[in-house]
């Protein structure tokens, strides 16, 4: 299987606290994204970073990619309740925008 | 951006039978995709919809099992045939858009019980 790996599969925190989640995956990309999903809903899109990108901001967000190490991190600051969710990478090799998504990270945020 | 409607969004079904999930999205788009997720699990890309030709099957699916259609730009149906309990799941449909890179907007999963 080409599916990226993610840790830690699970993470807990408080809310006001920063949320980190990594993402590592096996084959050369055109890009990667980052998902959430909600209670076993549909995903929403929350930002994508090129291969030739190190690093991306969108609101609260921060993504980095290393593509010689194979890897990504998001970071989620100042985290709210709202952000509990599943989230995921997905690696787009360019090749007819078939995504590979990775094994996903729970975030809980408590109040 | 894409919004994308499922239907149905959950059902219950009795091993051996099939269910047909429709998609529908509110603009044309080139590239539809049909994923499966397990319980507690990621997802895994079954197929991509061609609009006016056969789908495109990932290893381990076949369109036996998974028949697709995509009579037009805007619409596309994932059938489950022969049900057993292992096909419970949620199945996810999304569309992707031209831009830089190809993101795609995911509809709201139909979650399927297979008893």
């Known amino acids: 299987s080409q599916q990226g790996e993610e840790d830690p599969q699970a993470l807990s925190i408080q809310e006001g606290e920063n949320a980190t989640m990594n993402c590592s995956y096996k084959?050369?990309?055109?890009?990667l994204q980052w998902y959430r999903q909600n209670s076993g809903r549909g995903l929403v899109h929350l930002i994508l970073i090129r291969s030739n990108e190190r690093e991306k901001h969108s609101g609260r967000l921060r993504v980095t990619l290393d593509t010689s190490k194979k890897s990504s991190s998001l970071l989620i600051t100042a985290s709210r309740a709202a952000d509990t969710a599943s989230y995921f990478c997905a690696t787009d090799p360019g090749t007819a925008s078939k995504l590979t998504f990775g094994t996903g990270t729970r975030l809980q945020v408590t109040l | 951006s894409a919004v994308i409607s499922q239907k149905p969004s959950r059902d219950i079904c009795q091993r051996g039978t099939s269910l047909t999930i429709q998609c529908q999205v509110d603009s044309q788009v080139t590239m539809m995709f049909w994923y499966r997720q397990q319980p507690g699990q990621s997802l895994t890309l079954i197929a991509t919809a061609n609009q006016g030709s056969e789908a495109t099957y990932e290893s381990g699916f076949v369109i036996d099992k998974f028949p697709i259609s995509r009579p037009n730009l805007t619409f596309s149906t994932l059938t489950v045939s022969n049900m057993s309990p292992e096909d419970s799941s949620i199945y996810l449909c999304?569309?992707?858009?031209?831009?830089?890179?190809?993101?795609?907007?995911f509809g709201p999963g139909t979650r399927l019980t297979v008893t």
């Open positions: 999304s569309v992707g858009l031209a831009g830089v890179g190809y993101e795609q907007y």
């Open positions: 084959t050369s990309i055109n890009n």
